[in-house]
Structure formats: structure tokens, C-alpha cells
Nanobody, 115 residues
Framework: VQLVESGGGSVQSGGSLRLSCAAS????????MRWLRQAPGKEGRDLIA????????WYDASVKGRFTISRDNAKSTTYLQMNSLKPEDTGLYYC?????????YGQGTQVTVSA
């Protein structure tokens, strides 16, 4: 199983970024995909968005209405479109699946939002 995140960067408040997670090593179209965020100085990662194999989505209240999760099964890739970014969105963003009884993560991609 491999998850590779990309698309992070530094933006000003109100800006946008699109994160990508390229997946391999499992049947992507059957797998629920998640994005988690780890804030600076905080232990643990918070679930912020989820998409099921049949495109049902869930968002944490902190990002609902601003972020959109999507998937492209042909490319085995999931995306997180982030609009109206705020300084509190700063953190490491991870792609995640629960597979064969364990959580699997990519290496993460850094998002920094300045005021």
C-alpha cells in the first residue's frame, strides 16, 4: 500500500489549494478515502474529510462549506480542494485508509496559511 500526497504550499488567508493523494497497492475503487490534518504543536491527527467508495462525503464542521473531497477511480487518486483558507487550516495534511486491519498514511503535505 502506498499513499503519496502532494499539492501543499504557502498561501495567504482566503486563498485556495488542491491536495492530491495518489494511491497504489490496493483496489482503490472499493476503498473509503480520508484526509486528516495535524495542527502545529498538536499530537494526533484530526479527520476532516471522508469519501466512500460510492462517493458519499463527510466533513468536519471546521472545513464544511470550504473544502471538497473527491476521487478519480481511473487515476486511483483522491483530492481535497481547499478554498477560503484560514490561518487555522495550517498543518500537515495526510491521506488515510483503513486497510487489512490497520490505518495507513502517506508522508503528508504541509499547508501554511498566513494572515
Amino acid at each position: 500500500v502506498q499513499l503519496v500526497e502532494s499539492g501543499g504550499g504557502s498561501v495567504q488567508s482566503g486563498g485556495s489549494l488542491r491536495l492530491s493523494c495518489a494511491a497504489s497497492g490496493f483496489t482503490f475503487s472499493s476503498q473509503e478515502m480520508r484526509w486528516l490534518r495535524q495542527a502545529p504543536g498538536k499530537e494526533g491527527r484530526d479527520l476532516i474529510a471522508d469519501i466512500t467508495y460510492n462517493n458519499l462525503t463527510w466533513y468536519d464542521a471546521s472545513v464544511k462549506g470550504r473544502f471538497t473531497i473527491s476521487r478519480d477511480n481511473a487515476k486511483s487518486t483522491t483530492y481535497l480542494q481547499m478554498n477560503s483558507l484560514k490561518p487555522e487550516d495550517t498543518g500537515l495534511y495526510y491521506c488515510n485508509i483503513f486497510y487489512n486491519g490497520a490505518n495507513r498514511y502517506g508522508q503528508g503535505t504541509q499547508v501554511t496559511v498566513s494572515a
